[in-house]
């Protein structure tokens, strides 16, 4: 089997996070580092198929993975194994983000945003009140299962589950359902005279972002071992839009890297008191002013700018530097 470069590219990656571990000689702060990218990157790459490729805006995705975290660590509390307390944490989510789906049939933009936006903010306050089920400002205890109690195995888990969201994500965005996201994101309007049935996939949209978040507020519990009220709030929603937006729209490898850098950043910054969120929102203003197609369109620069010369070349017209030749205008 033959593997061009981008698969080639990706399996290197994959080797590198898999050897990560011994890299840092097994450090828990290092690979707590890299299991933050791991969570903020699923998150990211749910948000960016509801707001990147769906054109719907939330900003309110900390109430997801609030709700996957209380869903594991109350399902193992309960006496759940992993393989149900998991899938269980995406499909509650789920079921969160139908309330969403059902005013998203009706709003767009900014009046979508602020909806999501209530929901957000309400999540954590319902989880604050209702003592009796979340222990209110305690927080409960996340139990791992026995096969997952050395970090390493954990690690290992965690990756596993974030190729395999990044896998089925970008088969979702390549496939009908993702090309009918795509037209509604473009205009609901000709995508209903089109044949899509607007409504529904604007729902479907919701249920599988949410789902994913849920999984990775899930993973997140279970890595920490810990979930309360305090864990997320709506700085984590917004944070989540500043990482698809410097990373890039409508892109799972930008979601990615958004959440990379955006993970970094503090471990170089919280030295600095306030520094870390002005250094975040100087990257996004920067971001939008100077490459508003985020920071996976260098990557696509330099694929798209060698292929364009070897065009350009074999037609005999040499490629322009710093200006527009007569082939650019096509």
Not at 206 to 213: G, K, Q
């Amino acid at each position: 089997m033959k593997l061009d470069g981008k698969k080639l590219g990706t399996l290197l990656i994959i080797a590198v996070c898999a050897a990560y571990p011994y890299l840092t000689g097994q450090s828990g702060y290092y690979m707590t580092l890299f299991v933050t990218t791991c969570v903020f990157a699923m998150a990211a790459m749910a948000l960016n198929l509801l707001t990147g490729y769906g054109g719907q805006i939330s900003v309110g995705h900390a109430g997801f993975l609030m709700a996957g975290g209380y869903t594991v660590g109350l399902l193992g509390k309960a006496g759940f194994p992993l393989w149900i307390a998991l899938p269980a944490a995406g499909v509650v989510a789920a079921l969160f983000s139908l309330i969403i789906g059902l005013a998203a049939v009706r709003l767009t933009g900014h009046f979508l945003a602020v909806t999501t936006l209530g929901f957000g903010l309400s999540v954590p306050l319902i989880a604050l009140k209702w003592e009796s089920l979340t222990n209110g400002y305690s927080g409960i205890a996340v139990l791992r299962p026995d096969m997952l109690s050395s970090d390493l195995n954990m690690f290992y888990f965690v990756l596993l589950v974030t190729i395999l969201t990044a896998w089925i994500l970008s088969n979702i965005v390549k496939s009908g359902m993702g090309r009918a996201f795509v037209a509604i994101r473009e205009s609901e309007v000709a995508a209903q005279a089109s044949g899509i049935p607007v409504a529904f996939y604007k729902t479907v949209m919701f249920a599988i972002s949410a789902f994913f978040t849920g999984i990775a507020g899930g993973i997140n519990a279970l890595w920490i071992g810990f979930i309360s009220p305090s864990d997320y709030s709506i700085v984590h929603s917004l944070f989540l839009l500043a990482i698809i937006v410097v990373g890039g729209l409508a892109s799972i490898p930008g979601a990615i890297i958004g959440a990379v850098i955006y993970s970094v950043i503090p471990h170089f910054t919280d030295s600095f008191i306030g520094i870390t969120n002005m250094v975040i929102g100087v990257a996004v203003i920067l971001i939008i002013f100077y490459r508003s197609e985020g920071l996976v369109s260098i990557f696509r620069g330099v694929r798209l700018g060698g292929a364009k010369t070897a065009r350009l070349e074999a037609e005999g017209t040499p490629p322009k530097l710093g200006g527009v030749g007569k082939h650019d205008q096509v």
